[in-house]
């Protein structure tokens, strides 16, 4: 570590065996204290909460969590005393907006599993029999728009970190647009035609589906993370919700889906939502579910294009540190090289959770069946799917952040009960079929949507962006979704060809290596700062992995794998704290030397940090540095300008 000599009076020690930091005063430190060590994360006596006893842990993450509860509630209480509307503007700010696409994409995906039982319904021939239409384009439907998801996914992930985030978003939006115009005007001279029409347009529409996948999980995150080098409480405690939150809007748009086919139905349908359905209600409800959600894509492909100009931001400057202008290569062959248990975590666990989350919502009608087999309308199955959308994703906005139970154990837990929750009924499948036992049947197929929802399915979307640099963000996240939707496209096949029975007892595994996937690769991000993720990935950028000292290498932090590979040996929060006062010590210098540039005129254009430095940080680098950059800057352009003179001389 560079020294740089005891305070003033004593000038500078040139022998370099002085540490400046022993010469701080009360002020000094206690500034530095709070940019290097935030008491959301540390105690008092400057211990990182996760190096803190059980006991201590308990009662210092308890205190915190109710300090930031009673804060929020007391800033909720404040909006409405003012504007009783605020905190619904808040809400729409914060969440509807980063996640409107994901919650038109969910709305429209979700269409195909709730209308699927009315085109059964009145198309036999062609959807149930096959006689009329071919039974691999009826097959199709389910399969080929997971096609056009994973083209997105990788496709998008890769445009995202190359030409930035505003333009996969917008691009998003504009493929989602036109996809939606192609299912509203779908049609063919026979019903299958019209099925061939409506599988490639659910096709080109999943390209655009795909591309929000990572293009929501990375702007929303980089958006919710302050741009400078000193994040905030708000980055540290809340990151986490304010990304579920927007995913939480995919449940919004089921909702929606929910709601509009019930109104179609009762409107289309002499205002009875009972069979039977007739061909020209069916194809009313079919065109009015794909028209409406066409208007609000209309509106996101301008609100992307005039009101986002700065989601790139924090992607732009990953790349200026290190002079890069297209893609980053090195950064993904680094981060295949030191994160590829990561990748097997997001990528494996996300295909094990497909297989669950898309396999039932997909073939959601024959699951219906079986568990209510008195029922004869798609309206019971409709009301109870509703029922399920929102009390999960709230209760996981809520606890994804908190330091008792957080990502990691979420994720674990949800993965284990849907296995529980299909072996059991899968080996007694007869049992529970009858008709004293179909409410405990019942009861376990919705618990287990519940524990996929507020597990595994909220999880995944996170931490897929959450757990990589930021330069290659967005095509890690695409690569572990375009992965999981493989297991979506595994069910669509799969499903086709086994029975109801069969699907029980094949599903349960994936949920039990999904848990043992997340156990032993994914690392708990739970609590960590992610300025240090970032910081600790410019020294893997640079060779310097042994030179970092600080939390994103804390055991706590690193998955079994990587602390049995080694990774948390270089932890040393001593070293990290001198160590960041130096790096501190570095920007405050070249803000100096920009400052001098500006003040002679000599670069115009240079910015400011992106952090300002209290006056006490200040007057400890002025007076620890050997010679203030100020001076230096000052000194090496009137140098060089005297130097010019001289050439016109």
């Known amino acids: 570590m560079t020294d740089y000599g005891p305070a003033a009076p004593h000038g500078p020690d040139m022998e370099g065996d002085h540490n400046p930091i022993h010469e701080m005063t009360m002020d000094e430190r206690s500034i530095f204290n709070y940019l290097i060590r935030p008491d959301d994360l540390y105690d008092e006596n400057g211990t990182y909460w996760a190096d803190m006893s059980p006991f201590a842990r308990a009662k210092f993450v308890a205190a915190n969590e109710a300090a930031e509860a009673k804060r929020e509630l007391g800033v909720i209480g404040s909006m409405i005393k003012k504007d009783p509307l605020s905190p619904a503007h808040s809400y729409f700010h914060n969440s509807i907006l980063p996640g409107a696409g994901l919650g038109l994409e969910g709305y429209v995906l979700f269409s195909i599993g709730n209308l699927t039982p009315l085109f059964n319904s009145v198309w036999k021939s062609c959807w149930k029999s096959n006689k009329v239409c071919n039974k691999t384009w009826v097959a199709a439907v389910q399969y080929l728009e997971i096609c056009g998801i994973i083209v997105g996914q990788i496709l998008v992930g890769i445009l995202g970190d190359w030409l930035g985030r505003r333009w996969g978003l917008i691009q998003d939006a504009s493929i989602m647009l036109l996809g939606l115009v192609m299912l509203t005007a779908a049609w063919g001279t026979t019903l299958n035609g019209w099925v061939i ?61 929910q709601v509009i086919l019930i109104l179609s139905l009762l409107i289309f349908h002499h205002g009875s939502g009972n069979p039977k359905y007739s061909a020209v209600s069916t194809q009313w409800t079919y065109r009015v579910s794909f028209a409406i959600p066409a208007v609000g894509t209309l509106w996101l492909v301008y609100y992307r294009a005039y009101k986002m100009k700065s989601a790139s931001k924090q992607l732009a400057k990953a790349k200026a540190r290190e002079h890069i202008t297209g893609y980053d290569t090195e950064s993904l062959k680094l981060t295949i090289s030191y994160f590829g248990g990561r990748l097997a975590a997001t990528a494996g666990a996300w295909f094990c959770n497909d297989v669950f989350f898309y396999g039932n919502k997909l073939f959601q009608s024959q699951f219906i069946d079986v568990i209510m087999p008195d029922s004869k309308s798609i309206m019971p199955g409709v009301l109870l799917v509703a029922l399920t959308i929102f009390a999960d994703r ?70 897929a962006a959450e757990v990589y640099p930021t330069p ?178």
């Open 197 to 257: 029409c409506y599988a490639w347009s659910l096709f080109f529409y999943g390209i655009g589906v795909g591309g929000e996948y990572p293009m929501t999980a990375t702007s929303g995150m980089e958006n919710a993370t302050g741009s400078g080098k000193v994040s905030t409480k708000e980055d540290r405690l809340h990151r986490g919700r304010k990304v579920t939150q927007a995913f939480l809007m995919q449940g919004w748009g089921q909702f929606f889906n």
């Open 394 to 463: 709230l209760l996981a906005a809520f606890l994804i952040d908190s330091k008792f139970y957080g990502r990691k154990w979420m994720q674990i837990v949800g993965f284990l009960m849907c296995f529980v929750m299909f072996v059991v009924p899968a080996f007694h499948y007869d049992y529970y079929l009858e008709k004293s036992h179909i409410k405990a049947f019942q009861t376990m197929y919705f618990l287990s949507s519940f524990f996929n929802q507020f597990g595994p399915n909220s999880v995944t979307f996170l931490v």
């Open 472 to 649: 290659i963000r967005a095509s890690a996240h695409g690569f572990s979704a375009a992965v999981g939707k493989l297991g979506a496209l595994l069910a669509a096949v799969l499903y086709n060809y086994i029975t109801t029975k069969q699907k029980f007892k094949v599903v349960p595994w994936f949920g039990l290596a999904g848990a043992l996937l997340t156990f032993v690769f994914l690392p708990d991000t739970t609590g960590l700062d992610l300025k240090e993720q970032e910081r600790r990935w410019q020294y893997i950028r640079q060779g310097r992995e042994a030179e970092y000292h600080g939390i994103a290498v804390h055991p706590k932090h690193l998955s079994l794998w990587e602390r049995l590979r080694g990774a948390g040996k270089y932890y040393d929060p001593e070293l990290d704290y001198k160590m960041k006062v130096e790096e501190m010590r570095a920007d405050w210098e070249s803000s100096q030397e920009r400052k001098a540039a500006n003040e002679k005129g000599i670069d115009p254009d240079a910015e400011e940090g992106d952090d300002v430095l209290s006056s006490d940080v200040s007057t400890f680098f002025e007076r620890t540095s050997k010679k203030s950059p100020m001076i230096l800057g000052k000194e090496k352009y009137a140098d060089e300008s005297s130097g010019e003179e001289r050439l016109h001389i």
